[in-house]
């Protein structure tokens, strides 16, 4: 792949004495000239903030989009996922901590349109922004997502959520699905576990969903941190309150990086599983084996819709998106 020149940063101020003021997430940095954000992904270089990752990629593979995951999204399709190294986010217990935290990790050059290529070549459904955090990769996810959209492909973001109002607006109209981590409805556990703030998160979930983007949220469960009684029905009221059917996954925990609390017990995601269904259609399991909260099931007549084996499923469901057995079309992207 050839090299692909960078372009200006965007959303950034220059301020006094050379430094640049970043207004792309909400940790708002105002960087030195020669300083790095504590994300790895812009550089006040000159006094003018400047992208390091354009054009970048650490990490490309072609996934079962459920791996991503998005269950209601074109199920049973493939797409071209990419990312480049760092993050904006420093959560103890990253499960991709090698990329997001790690700005060094090894890259190759990429331009928008051959991304744009080798999908079509691979029969992707679209391109994902996924591995490490595709929001502090702005202006490289911005140009590729016009690219990719242009040649017919769908844009996916899996993402912590933590972005300004301004630059999130410029990015909406060019995504057609989402997955945003939901850590906690602590903001005590965002400042202290990932260093940043809860509102912020919860601010651009629901922005996705005003502007019409597929939304599915992922909960990555921790004993002793996030996993209470009270924590978890918090977050299910949150995601009952969007206003729309908003699929919930809750996902099994490993020891990584700085976190090495025991890994998340199967009966604990069973018991989110069972608060959640209370109030949500939605709710899957991810990351830890067997069959509650693996397959979909109609709400209305409990026939089954996808019947899944790892991150590969069998549609049952309509060409229209119906359950087969009661014709009640799903809140499916076909
Ligand atoms: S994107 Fe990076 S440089 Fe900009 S405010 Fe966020 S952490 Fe700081």
Redesign the pocket.
Known sequence: MSTTVSPAAA??RPSPNGQAA????????R?RPGQ????????NRGGV?TPLNYGRVAALALDPIEKKPLYHFHPGRDILSVAAP?C?LHCAFCQNWNLSQKHDAPTRPATPDQLVAFAQAEDSVGLAFTYSEP??W?EFVRDTAVAARAAGLKVVLVTNG?LNAGPLDELLPLVDAANIDLKSMDDRFYRRVCRARLQPVLDAITRFVAAGVHVELTNLVIPGHNDDDASLGALVDFVAGLGRPVPLHFSAYRPAWKLQAPPTPRATLERAHDMARRSLDWVYLGNVAGATGRDSRCPGCAALLVDRSGYRGELKLTPQGACPACGVVQPFVM
Do not use: K, Q, S
Request: charged fraction near 10%; proline fraction near 8%; hydrophobic fraction near 40%.
């Open positions: 959303w950034w970043c207004d792309l997430c909400p940790v708002g940095c960087l790095a954000g504590p994300c790895g992904t812009r550089a903030m760092g904006n929001l502090v702005f933590y």
